[in-house]
């Protein structure tokens, strides 16, 4: 009865069955309890963030996270049902629409600690550059797979025409973190690509001298590394605060709800709610969370390199690359090991933007590793291709 049932659940062809049965449901089932973890975070970091805003409702940022997660969710398995054309297609329109809002930014933007980075809609903050991220990097396979065609299609121009747009719009916000990520994961896609090896290194050395370029160019990021690398000379409450309540949370923490140094942490529900879970679950929380993390960089990234379509391959990777790298600079901050950048931990911060952007993200990501005949390679194409032709 149970394996009738099973084949006839196999056998189904409607979308959402076709769907169920060839996306990667292991990446799916840990996504989701990213998802879970940053909710049961929220409601731990709300109460303090909302004291010290002078907000009434104590599960004010706890009940918002719930429905950012509900809607991201919804995000992720849509985007996630779609075929390559339309993952390319949204790519664009996505890209096109962030980038008309990040050129309307200076003008009627909100600004927020020096950074001109959000629109205001019904009451929403939206950061145009979250969902600009993965549609770039999508554009650029695309464009890096039909220059390599040789059907006289400048890819590589063309790509380097929408990175630099897109960094000169981040610049002007100011915003180094995003663009050191969009810088990097640029950069992988254009090694994943094939090309020149001496290509690759005169993008890394350019690179290396914006970055440190910034230093010079942007008072608040030359703030930010002399108190790294002088705090004794500076103001490092956040920092400090955060680490006596990771010490505090010892091997399994304090307990939920149980937490006192969170209140003295100002971004506890946003860049350092990784801090917040380590005084409440300890460290095995920061250890569980950097394995989920890795089992989806890794396992999408092995996925993406036996994709048999360039621009599919280096795509996918493009955007697991993106995911990983940010949840590596959240980390590096919160364990003060890296200068401090308001950049999010993905699906676990607090924060719309951040929290719907990477429903998009890894839906897209899905959707692209998907398991479609002639997918992967072919033997294994053909394989797979038997439940579904």
């Keep these: 009865m149970t394996a009738q049932a099973h084949a006839f659940a196999r056998s189904d062809r409607s979308p959402i069955g076709v769907w169920w049965w060839t996306v990667d449901r292991w990446m799916l089932g840990v996504v989701v309890l990213l998802i879970a973890i940053g909710v049961v975070i929220a409601f731990a970091a709300s109460p303090a963030a909302a004291a010290r805003m002078n907000i009434g409702d104590p599960f004010h940022f706890a009940v918002r996270q719930c429905v950012f997660a509900a809607i991201s969710m919804c995000i992720l398995i849509v985007t996630s049902m779609f075929?390559?054309?339309?993952?390319?297609?949204?790519?664009?329109?996505?890209?096109?629409?962030?980038?008309?809002?990040?050129?309307?930014?200076?003008?009627?933007?909100?600004?927020?600690?020096?950074?001109?980075?959000?629109?205001?809609?019904?009451?929403?903050?939206l950061q145009p550059?979250?969902?600009?991220?993965?549609?770039?990097?999508?554009?650029?396979?695309?464009?890096?797979?039909?220059?390599?065609?040789?059907?006289?299609?400048?890819?590589?121009?063309?790509a380097f025409v929408l990175y630099f747009?897109?960094?000169?719009?981040?610049?002007?916000?100011?915003?180094?973190?995003?663009?050191?990520?969009?810088?990097?994961?640029?950069?992988?896609?254009?090694?994943?690509?094939?090309?020149?090896?001496?290509?690759?290194?005169?993008?890394?050395?350019?690179?290396?001298?914006?970055?440190?370029?910034?230093?010079?160019?942007?008072?608040?990021v030359a703030v930010r590394v002399d108190k790294f690398l002088s705090p004794d000379k500076a103001d490092t409450h956040q920092v400090d605060a955060a680490k006596v309540a990771q010490a505090a949370g010892g091997l399994f923490g304090r307990g939920p709800g149980e937490g006192v140094l969170?209140?003295?942490?100002?971004?506890?529900?946003?860049?350092?709610?990784?801090?917040?879970?380590?005084?409440?679950?300890?460290?095995?929380f920061l250890l569980v969370v950097v394995a989920l993390f890795t089992i989806v960089v890794v396992r999408g990234l092995?996925?993406?390199?036996?994709?048999?379509?360039?621009f599919e391959q280096v795509a996918a990777a493009g955007l697991f690359v993106l995911?990983?790298?940010?949840?590596?600079?959240?980390?590096?901050?919160?364990?003060?090991?890296?200068?401090?950048?308001?950049?999010?931990l993905p699906f676990i911060s607090y924060g719309g933007s951040s929290m719907l952007a990477m429903g998009l993200t890894l839906g897209l990501a899905l959707a692209l590793t998907r398991r479609r005949p002639g997918a992967y390679t072919v033997g294994e194409g053909l394989a797979k291709a038997g439940a579904f032709t």
């Design 165 to 220: 747009i897109s960094i000169s719009l981040l610049l002007i916000q100011p915003d180094i973190g995003q663009t050191v990520l969009i810088t990097v994961a640029f950069g992988a896609a254009f090694w994943m690509a094939g090309v020149p090896i001496s290509w690759v290194m005169g993008l890394g050395a350019t690179a290396i001298a914006g970055l440190s370029s910034t230093y010079f160019l942007f008072p608040h």
């Design 302 to 310: 092995y996925r993406a390199m036996k994709l048999s379509d360039p």
């Design 262 to 284: 969170k209140r003295a942490i100002p971004d506890a529900h946003t860049d350092f709610a990784a801090s917040v879970g380590a005084e409440e679950f300890g460290l095995v």
């Design 83 to 125: 075929d390559v054309k339309l993952v390319r297609r949204s790519a664009f329109f996505v890209w096109l629409i962030a980038i008309a809002i990040m050129l309307a930014l200076p003008f009627m933007g909100h600004n927020a600690k020096g950074a001109t980075r959000w629109i205001e809609i019904g009451g929403f903050t």
């Design 323 to 344: 995911v990983g790298q940010q949840a590596i600079i959240n980390i590096a901050v919160n364990l003060d090991m890296i200068p401090t950048k308001g950049m999010t």
């Design 129 to 158: 550059s979250e969902f600009m991220k993965p549609a770039l990097i999508i554009l650029v396979a695309w464009m890096f797979s039909e220059g390599q065609k040789g059907e006289g299609v400048p890819g590589v121009s063309i």
